[in-house]
């Protein structure tokens, strides 16, 4: 059986460094705490694939570091304009981006 989280904190911890870890929701329904936590907990070297595109939980988790590279098709911030972590990132070549059209 798998294992069964009580808390956000043990939910993260699941995720390690280099792991390649799917997000989905967009901008209204991003799984923003689990980023948030994951961030905390210092994770590195990630590989985030965006479902069906990023939005502020991608432009979070590059801007914090903790992502090397993302399979996507789109990343923005929808009627907010462009995702400006994603952007810079992917300017000074520190993402590698796997585009999907």
Known sequence: MPPVWTDLAGAAALVQDGDLVALGGNTRAAPMALIREIIRQGRRGLGLITVPTGGLNVDLAVGAGVADRLHFAQVGLE???????????????????????
Request: one cysteine or more; proline letters at 9%; hydrophobic letters at 50%.
């Open 79 to 101: 009627e907010f304009g462009m995702a400006p972590n994603f952007r810079a990132a992917v300017q000074a070549g520190r993402l590698l981006c796997l585009e999907y059209p």
